[in-house]
């Protein structure tokens, strides 16, 4: 009864965070998946693959549910994000092949200076300039969101390939679903509008979690009973996710995007060297 209560919490707040900022709950998924299986045996039979390989299934069903959610809100920019699934698709696959050779140890320390390195580029957002090279007018898209504020941002396709086949790796490497670098790349680089990014971050999760599960399956990276209760939990967690960025102001999801970051990559190279 204590296992289902875990995973019931763990599926449903990592949802809930997850769709929120648009980084899909992976980076709470697999630590915690570890910590409780690892380090206090509360879960059977858990390995740094097998958490890994468990959080890219139940992303599947918290990019699609979000996304739905987001799609209804006009949040999700499908045209970029084609362009996107080029680069992000095939880097999953791969990532997820090349996680068999992570340890505990090189998983806490690597994922948690990714994570820093990721909070440290938000928090310096403002200050960084756009790249002017890529804001070409025939990439030019516009969004105005419920404050009223206009946005104008640019994707150019080749350079976005190239970075989003990079941050598939990532994404199968270590079963976050790229919410944790798509997110900040989109309102770093492309100046995304803060909800449109997160929208859209969701459709990235959905299909780079799909692309990453297959190689996972593949090896045998999944605990299967316990992805049963994460799945029902993470569904629900991840609507009221989504009910909950609606009612907030961008600059307050860039707020907690950062800080949940922050706490979660100082915890794990904490972690790292105990």
């Not at 994404?171 to 997160?198: D, E, K, S, W």
Request: overall charge positive; glycine content about 10%.
């Amino acid at each position: 009864m204590l296992t289902i209560i875990c995973l019931i919490l763990i599926g449903a707040l990592s949802a809930i965070l997850g769709s929120l900022v648009g980084i899909g709950g992976g980076i709470i998924i697999v630590p915690t998946l570890i910590y409780l299986g690892v380090d206090h045996h509360l879960l059977k039979g858990i390995t740094p693959q097998i958490a890994i390989g468990t959080s890219s299934i139940i992303l599947i069903v918290t990019g699609l549910s979000s996304t739905i959610g987001y799609m209804k809100a006009k949040q999700v920019d499908f045209k970029n994000g084609s362009v996107f699934l080029f680069g992000l698709v095939p880097g999953s696959l791969i990532g997820a092949i090349l996680s068999r050779y992570l340890t505990l140890h090189s998983f806490n320390l690597y994922f948690g200076i990714f994570l820093i390195f990721v909070a440290i580029l938000l928090i310096i957002r403002n200050k960084i300039k756009p790249i002017k090279i890529f804001s070409k007018e025939k990439y030019r898209r516009e969004y105005t969101d419920n404050d009223g504020h206009t946005y104008h941002y640019y994707v150019a396709p080749l350079f976005a390939f190239v970075v989003t086949l990079l941050i598939g790796i990532l994404t199968g490497l270590f079963g976050i679903g790229g919410g944790a670098l798509m997110t900040p790349l989109m309102l770093l680089v492309f100046r995304f509008p803060p909800h449109v990014a997160v929208g859209t971050s969701m459709l990235m999760i959905f299909f780079s979690s799909l692309t990453s599960s297959i190689g996972h399956v593949a090896q045998g990276h999944v605990a299967w009973s316990y992805s049963i209760v994460l799945i029902i939990s993470s569904y629900l967690g991840a609507r009221l996710g989504v009910k909950i960025n609606r009612a907030v102001k961008s600059d307050t999801v860039v707020l907690l995007l950062r800080t949940v970051l922050l706490i979660m990559g100082a915890y794990l190279i904490i972690k790292s060297f105990l």
